[in-house]
């Protein structure tokens, strides 16, 4: 069975995740979205013409130890509550897994809300994520001699070739054009 949604399944996805996750609606909310619709490769499981569950698979390529690896990120696993429990996100996602290996994506990556859940697909804990806040008062007050001029421009002007700001000694990365889109938060 397919389970690919398409551009005419974009308003319907949307409202789903807005009901899955109690979600307000905003039109910041609504471009963001919009952008990684287009982006992603959606899956969608309908009954009786009404999209119950539905994610995100977005393809990203990382830089892994100065390796480029294919890799989709999944997102926004969802199902209408009142379909929670019934295997339709576990289907979508077998799916997904499916057509990634498939089409030689090598690694996926994703934030889940239960590790123990995503165990069952083959997902393990790989990174850590570390928040620091520290106040700037506490910050040491270094004396640059500066030379040079910096001008800002957005990232996208940059296009295939920021890559080459990427310092080297950077472990892995989300790289290439698509990581403008979404940071690599998945």
């Not at 399944?9 to 905003?26: G, H, M, R, T």
């Not at 994610?55 to 294919?70: A, R």
């Not at 994506?105 to 590790?115: D, H, K």
Request: with cysteine.
């Amino acid at each position: 069975m397919n389970y690919r949604l398409n551009t005419t399944d974009e308003v319907d996805f949307y409202q789903l995740y807005l009901y899955a996750f109690n979600k307000p609606d905003s039109p910041q909310r609504r471009a963001f979205f919009s952008q990684r619709y287009q982006h992603a490769w959606v899956y969608g499981l309908k009954e009786q013409q009404r999209l119950v569950s539905g994610l995100y698979s977005i393809p990203f390529q990382v830089n892994f130890h100065q390796v480029i690896y294919q890799m989709n990120g999944i997102g926004d696993v969802m199902s209408a509550p009142e379909f929670a429990g019934r295997g339709g996100a576990g289907t979508l996602l077998r799916t997904a897994l499916t057509e990634m290996a498939a089409k030689g994506v090598t690694l996926s990556y994703l934030a889940p809300f239960s590790f123990r859940y995503y165990r069952r697909f083959g997902y393990e804990q790989v990174f850590d994520h570390t928040l620091y806040q520290i106040a700037s008062a506490d910050l040491p007050r270094l004396k640059i001699d500066v030379h040079g001029q910096i001008q800002r421009l957005p990232l996208a002007t940059l296009g295939p070739n920021y890559r080459i700001f990427i310092p080297l000694n950077q472990v892995a990365s989300v790289a290439g054009s698509c990581a403008l889109i979404g940071g690599g938060s998945i």
